[in-house]
């Protein structure tokens, strides 16, 4: 049973977009579907958990009741989920996973699996809200063998439709001129729609980064 520290932190978290983060969440209604670029599909990956964590909630930096947390560039990371009209989408399921400071994925195929960051989530789910927003508290991504650019990995879940996968990037990395993955992204439009700021927090005192990411679906969700 969830003790009431836990649950306190769960709550918080589940708002923090509105507080901690502060400019990185919009509420603003009626936006146009002229003005949307349609998120591009990318590949899942080869290491999407291959055993979830007990914990899957969308803080990444703690485990459960954890005092330690983990390694690398505190980030609060929260978007909205449009369909292609502009309206939000409510109770989509978002998840993300990504490597930890030490370059390993959650998966035993992953390099330095071994020696990964133990107190790193890996993993994290959120049901979005009446506005579509979804939030998690986790690291800012860094590189591993294989890719050039840092990615964070979404999958986006909605009822009857296929799961959606995308990547978000890190605006003026340099790897992004060369991943190759992200240059399989041709639209120029979409491609420029994945890569996000990591801008500072300025009312924070340990150099916590926030990033906005908005993922526009190809389809309308009716009422």
């Known amino acids: 049973m969830m003790n009431e520290k836990h649950l306190s932190r769960r709550l918080f978290l589940g708002s923090a977009a509105l507080g901690t983060v502060g400019a990185a969440a919009f509420f603003t209604p009626g936006v ?35 005092i330690t947390p983990a390694v690398g560039d ?13 309206d939000p989408i409510r109770n989509a399921v ?10 390993a994925y959650l998966h035993t195929r992953s390099d330095n699996y071994a020696t990964r960051d133990t107190n790193f989530q890996g993993f994290g789910r959120f049901v979005t ?23 964070i990995h979404f999958a986006v879940k909605i009822k009857s439709h296929d799961k959606f996968t995308t ?30 700021d990591f801008t500072p927090v300025k009312s924070s005192r340990i150099g916590e980064l926030a990033a906005k990411f908005d993922i526009v679906m190809g389809y309308t969700i009716e009422a």
């Open 32 to 66: 146009f579907a002229e003005q949307l670029t349609q998120t591009p599909t990318q590949e899942e990956g080869p290491f999407y958990p291959d055993k979830l964590p007990l914990d899957t909630d969308n803080d990444l930096l703690i485990i459960n009741d954890s």
């Open 74 to 86: 505190v980030t609060h990371l929260s978007g909205r989920i449009f369909d292609r009209r502009g």
């Open 94 to 103: 978002v998840e993300i996973w990504q490597v930890d400071s030490k370059a």
């Open 129 to 151: 809200s009446s506005t579509g927003e979804y939030y998690f508290r986790t690291i800012k991504p860094v590189v591993y063998p294989g890719r050039q650019a840092p990615h």
């Open 167 to 196: 990547q978000m990037y890190i605006k003026g990395h340099p790897g992004n001129a060369v991943d190759f993955v992200l240059k399989d992204v041709r639209d120029p439009k979409q491609r420029e729609s994945v890569i996000v």
